[in-house]
């Protein structure tokens, strides 16, 4: 309650007059004849500029944090999207809500929980979209190609140096099965969508 209760304030002064368009987006848009589907936080309208967002929550610097997001494939594939069905998009907006609880005072600040916020906006350029939608093309292609023999290629645009991916540890080990036991829970990644489907 207080974490919501302070970010209303903050947005309040730092985006007055922002306009919501839609929150909890779960939305589907074409590239060619590939369907791409987004989960998207929040977009927003703010001096005519329309923004995607996306709420985190962290302990780590911010300055830090926002690194992970450039580059970054989902956010190309959010401002394609709000790009698409706005026919505008001034950038991805993370919105990093940093919390934490402090046991006793610590210089001026108070004993107890706090919080800070902060954000970064990334953009995407033309060519940049258009490339996201050239790779998307080709790894489609490749696992359509692969399917059938159950092997697949390593995405090379994943970033492999980002050591905050959970599976890095199996793209290093060229995705052997005894770590794939050891370190992953088999789920079904498209529960929430086919749950969606059928409401």
């Known amino acids: ?15 007055p007059r922002a306009e919501t368009l ?10 060619g004849e590939i369907g791409y589907t987004v989960k998207i936080d929040r977009v927003i309208k703010l001096n005519n500029n329309i ?12 300055h830090y944090y926002f690194m992970q997001f450039s580059p970054n494939f989902a956010v190309s594939a959010y401002c394609n999207y709000v790009q698409k069905k706005w026919g505008q ?5 993370p919105m990093a809500m940093q919390i934490g609880y ?11 929980f706090w919080c800070k916020f902060d954000y970064d906006i990334i953009n995407r350029n033309p060519d940049q ?6 790779t998307v093309r080709e790894w489609h292609d490749r696992m359509y190609q692969h399917n059938t023999i159950e092997k697949f290629p390593c995405n090379n645009g994943a970033y492999m140096d980002y050591k905050g991916c959970g599976f ?15 370190l992953y829970h088999k789920t079904n990644a498209f529960e ?8």
Do not use: H, M, Q
């Open 1 to 15: 309650i207080t974490l919501l209760r302070n970010y209303i304030e903050w947005e309040e002064k730092n985006f």
């Open 22 to 31: 839609g929150v909890e987006i779960l939305d589907r848009f074409n590239i």
């Open 51 to 62: 923004y995607c967002y996306d709420y985190k929550t962290t302990t780590a610097k911010t």
């Open 89 to 93: 998009c001034s950038g991805f907006i």
């Open 102 to 112: 402090r046991s006793r005072k610590y210089k001026d600040e108070p004993a107890g």
């Open 129 to 134: 979209l258009k490339d996201f939608e050239e």
């Open 168 to 182: 890095r540890p199996l793209c290093l080990s060229c995705n052997d099965e005894a770590i794939k036991e050891s």
């Open 192 to 199: 929430y969508l086919e749950k969606e489907s059928v409401r």
